[in-house]
């Protein structure tokens, strides 16, 4: 298994361009699953997870050609096997992305349920009950979800659904199955977040007849059929907001292209909080730290608020930051993970429930440290680069998931980081 090794204490300067959004990504290769015509996509990131969802896609009978520069093209008029089995869900739980597509175009689907995960246990039981109020026919067997899109109505049917609690992947997943569905659908509590409206992007410029999608009510028209189309997928922002914090934690100055601050608000005041100058261009953003962070307390929420995706991140900055600050966690039970490896590295850090105490120390010491989850692996990147000595990371294979090329992007700002194989 590879690790990092990271020589710390060197500020980052530099400039990098940020990747395509692996949340965006992932949602929208599914897409293809609803046409029998090609869709063409580009800056799509190139991750292991990204290569686990073109692998299950693959073995379902899409076609996936890979331009490189030019991007992928899925063209899913072969779709014949529609299976997406245990080893693919249980590596990459966005592999439940396809249940929803499988069902609109192709009326069944066999869909390994997701067990518990580093993070949390999280449950897809509101992807199964807004299917099932479209009409779908769902049962769980021997692990796997067995769906039918309704053997009376033969299709899915618009329905009014209202979430239990606001879901990523559940808005997107039952976004897709109204696509197709006859008859209105509305989503109400759906989940605002920027990736969500870059698939409704997608799938508008299919065919679809989706409005709201950014709000907390999406109401999609279903039709007949989706036609082909091109799409290029939104700036990670995480990746943005992880690189930002690497810059803040190390006193440095960076500028990131390709990507934008508009969906980074909370991110971006927090930063701005902690000492650091943030300038914003239209394609790009650049941020001086000062020489020393000042603590900065955070709560995770659903979009707009502060995101669960760079809680880990801020863990790591308020480290080594003047005074002391709370991070609370609302959105994942188990989503501190990180705190024990910081901790490993002198920080000072005491865990009650889902809130975390981090006060300040002069300085974090390299040591070998364990990636437990993709952002877990990000803050103990921070950590790493900030530490005196050498830290060597385990298991980066979190990283690969969701970071594209670190160690070289990293590099390129100066770090010392290499990958041992
Ligand atoms: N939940 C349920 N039941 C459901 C669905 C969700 O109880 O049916 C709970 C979850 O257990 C969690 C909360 O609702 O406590 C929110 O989960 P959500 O469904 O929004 O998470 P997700 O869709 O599985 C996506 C991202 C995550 C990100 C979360 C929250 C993708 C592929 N994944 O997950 O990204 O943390 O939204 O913003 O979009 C990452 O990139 O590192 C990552 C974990």
């Known amino acids: 298994m590879d690790k990092l090794l990271i020589q710390g204490g060197t500020p980052l300067t530099g400039e990098i361009a940020i990747s395509g959004a692996k949340n965006a990504a992932l949602p929208i290769l599914c897409a293809s699953l609803l046409s029998s015509e090609p869709l063409h996509l580009t800056n799509v990131p190139r991750l292991r997870d990204i290569s686990t969802m073109l692998r299950l896609l693959a073995q379902m009978g899409v076609e996936v050609s890979d331009h490189g520069v030019d991007g992928l093209v ?60 479209m009409g779908a026919e769902l049962r769980v067997e021997h692990g796997y979800i067995h769906a039918t899109a309704g053997a009376v109505r033969r299709g899915l049917a618009g329905a009014r659904i209202v979430t239990d609690m606001v879901t990523v992947t559940g808005t997107e997943n039952l976004m897709m199955a109204a696509v197709l569905a006859s008859g209105e659908t509305i989503i109400e509590n759906a989940a605002r977040e920027p990736e969500v409206v870059d698939l409704a992007n997608c799938l508008v410029s299919m065919g679809a007849q989706i409005a709201g999608a950014g709000t907390d009510k999406i109401r999609i028209q279903g039709v007949e059929r989706l036609h082909g189309a091109t799409h290029a997928i939104m700036a990670d922002r995480i990746e943005t907001g992880t690189y930002l914090c690497a810059a803040a934690a190390t006193a440095g100055r960076i500028r990131l292209t390709n990507t934008s601050a508009a969906y980074l608000d909370a991110v971006v005041d927090k930063l701005f909080d902690a000492g650091c100058e943030l300038v914003s261009e239209r394609n790009a953003i650049t941020l001086q730290a000062p020489p020393r962070l000042k603590a900065v307390s955070i709560r995770t929420s659903p979009y707009p608020a502060f995101p669960t995706d760079m809680q880990a991140q801020f863990m790591a900055i308020n480290c ?20 024990v490896e910081l901790i490993r590295l002198g920080a000072d ?30 803050s103990l990147v921070i950590a790493g680069l900030v530490a005196q000595g050498e830290t060597l990371i385990e298991r980066i294979y979190h990283l690969d998931r969701g970071y594209e090329r670190i160690e070289e992007k990293l590099g390129q700002l100066g770090a010392h980081v290499t990958r041992v194989r």
């Open 349 to 378: 850090i005491r865990i009650d429930a889902s809130n975390a105490m981090v006060t300040g120390v002069d300085h974090l010491d390299g040591a070998t440290v364990m990636a437990t989850d993709l952002r877990a692996s990000a």
């Open 320 to 339: 080594v930051a003047e005074g002391s600050a709370v991070i609370r966690e609302t959105i994942f039970e188990n989503r501190f993970m990180h705190a």
């Open 74 to 133: 899925l063209d899913s008029r072969g779709l014949n096997n529609p299976l997406a089995p245990y080893d693919m869900v249980k590596t990459m739980r966005a592999a439940i992305l396809v249940l929803g597509p499988l069902l609109a175009r192709h009326g069944e689907a066999r869909v390994s349920l997701p067990g518990g995960c580093a993070i949390g246990a999280r449950p897809v039981e509101q992807h199964i009950k807004g299917l099932q109020a």
